[in-house]
């Protein structure tokens, strides 16, 4: 069955000069393992293709059931130099939230 | 001892919602007040204004805002401590004091905390060995010294407890850290110590959930932001802090916003990096400790944060000049609306090389199509496109360029595709690129110095 991440999951997208980080937060405990079995670092490098040119690092904060992405090479610059609209990447927690997963029941 | 203390938060940057510190402050019970003013680029912009005006760089909102609160906040006893004084804390406190007298007010403690500043130190600190190296490219700073714009330290919460110890009822400070300004009340009332490390991350932790204002009360919410009620008053975080560390984060009763779980782990993963390293000038947090827990209507208990001993360094960020700007857009309607905004694209693109200027980058988005998700937006049908806003962007160290390609987008609307409009502002304006620069300096280089300004 396919689902959205935003049907498990919520989060807050922000910037560190030119990376990104994507923090995803799943509402309950089986969720949190769904995000952290699917969600790896290449599966949100690969999601983000043509936006994110650097490395992508992953962390796990299991406490509250989230998981920070850090996307490097991220902004086209970052700060006041990228001249991108979403400089410093607030709508990118919305687009991985969007991203579709396949669940096995 | 007080059992325990409520901080409020006023402002989460720099042109937030300027009705809120009015609101913490009278709709409902508080001891402190913490309005943040400083982001990167602010300084910078703090920087220039003062280089025109020795009277300006501080956040020219402070005066206007005490006037308001100052006679209830004296009246309460609500403390205030703010970064709004920016490049020049003591112009700012004397601005304060000019309104207080304004308005009758016969006695006040303001006291400044500065040394933030480096700017005019920079030789003598390269001399002694410190290249300020940056910190994510590792290139010296000798490159670009000559073009700094500001140069300023992140002091963090101790500089504003040796304020508070002077019965200070304001504290106006330059570059401290946003969470410094929540922690130094904690550590004053409750007397926490400097190796006191669980409660001092504790205590950043609650600073952090705070920093960005409504963010951490419904704002900005990415959960379920439909249920989120009366944003239009909405109220901003307040911190209960208890002297063994623990916080419930909450908000006044009669404002909008919403307090939950979600709405509190939203914040604290904004602007993380590694959550095991939340790295400041008092020490480091481990944000993987944090513990939450619903405690009521609007009330989140933060407890079990764990934190280490800070490092030898503190942050120091500077901005320097970087070329020049600008920005131009039009808006194509349907049909087609997409393939016009890209046909204008290439057309405008061709003028700039025959007119053989120079840029460093052309930037161009569809607003309506890829602007916020680039590539992501593949997966739309362009021709389901009412209208599409063509939005292109220049940088170059050459600003003839920028400025000639100013004069470029106008001219498109007779000598392009149909159906276009949205240039009734006039020509975009080539603005200064100020760049970024992240640094380490030791601790022992610096010094940060209190003046108490009075009025009595």
């Known amino acids: ?105 | 001892m007080k059992e325990k203390i409520r901080i409020a938060s006023g402002q989460g940057f720099w042109g937030d919602l300027i009705e809120a510190p009015y609101l913490q402050v009278t709709r409902g019970q508080i001891d402190y007040l913490v309005m943040d003013y400083l982001a990167e680029v602010t300084m910078s912009i703090l920087q220039k204004q003062k280089n025109k005006n020795p009277l300006l760089g501080y956040a020219k909102d402070i005066p206007p805002l005490m006037k308001r609160i100052l006679p209830v906040c004296i009246e309460k006893g609500i403390k205030i401590i703010t970064n709004g004084g920016g490049v020049n804390p003591y112009a700012c406190a004397d601005a304060v004091i000019e309104v207080a007298k304004e308005i009758g007010i016969k006695k006040l403690i303001v006291a400044v905390v500065s040394g933030d500043d480096i700017l005019n130190k920079i030789d003598a600190i390269i001399s002694s060995g410190c290249e300020l190296n940056n910190m994510d490219s590792g290139e010296p700073i000798t490159g670009i010294k000559d073009k700094l714009l500001s140069a300023n330290v992140y002091f963090g919460a101790f500089a504003i407890v040796e304020a508070l110890k002077q019965s200070a009822d304001i504290v106006i400070t330059g570059r401290t850290t946003d969470t410094g300004l929540t922690l130094a009340p904690m550590i004053y009332e409750f007397g926490w110590e400097e190796d006191d490390y669980n409660k001092l991350a504790a205590g950043t932790v609650a600073g952090h959930i705070l920093e960005c204002g409504a963010q951490a009360t419904g704002g900005n919410f990415l959960g379920d932001w439909e249920s989120i009620e009366n944003f239009a008053e909405i109220g901003f975080p307040i911190a209960e802090a208890y002297p063994n560390g623990e916080t419930i984060i909450t908000k006044h009763d009669s404002l909008g916003g919403k307090v939950s779980f979600e709405t509190i782990a939203e914040q604290i993963v904004y602007e993380i990096g590694d959550p095991k390293m939340y790295i400041t000038p008092d020490c480091i947090a481990d944000f993987t400790t944090i513990k939450l827990e619903n405690a009521g209507a609007n009330r989140v208990r933060v407890y079990n944060v764990k934190g280490y001993k800070p490092t030898e360094s503190y942050k120091v960020s500077c901005s320097y000049e970087d070329g020049f700007s600008a920005v131009g857009t039009l808006t194509y309607s349907a049909p087609a609306a997409l393939k016009k905004a890209d046909a204008a694209d290439k057309i405008l693109r061709k003028r700039l090389e025959l007119l053989d200027l120079k840029f460093d980058e052309v930037h161009t988005e569809y607003v309506g199509f890829n602007s916020c998700n680039g590539s992501l937006a593949g997966k739309t049908n362009p021709d389901d496109l009412n209208e599409v806003v063509l939005r292109v962007g220049v940088r170059s160290k050459d600003y003839k360029s920028v400025d000639r390609f100013t004069r470029e987008i106008a001219p498109l609307i007779l000598t392009g595709p149909p159906a276009v409009t949205g240039f009734a502002g006039g020509r975009p304006k080539p603005s200064e690129v100020v760049a970024y620069w992240p640094a380490l300096i030791p601790k022992s280089l610096v010094e940060h110095q209190i003046k108490i300004m009075s009025l009595l």
């Open chain 1, 1 to 105: 069955m396919k689902k959205k991440i935003s049907e498990i999951a919520h989060g807050r997208s922000g910037d560190k000069g030119d990376a990104a980080n994507i923090g995803i937060i799943a509402y309950d405990d089986e969720g949190y393992q769904l995000i952290q079995k699917l969600l790896t670092a290449e599966t949100v490098k690969k999601y983000f293709e043509g936006i994110c040119f650097g490395n992508v690092e992953r962390y796990e904060l299991p406490n509250i059931r989230a998981l920070n992405f850090v996307l490097h090479n991220t902004l086209g610059g970052g700060g006041t130099v990228s001249l991108k609209l979403d400089a410093q990447g607030k709508t990118l927690a919305a687009a991985l939230l969007n991203m579709e997963i396949e669940i096995n029941n």
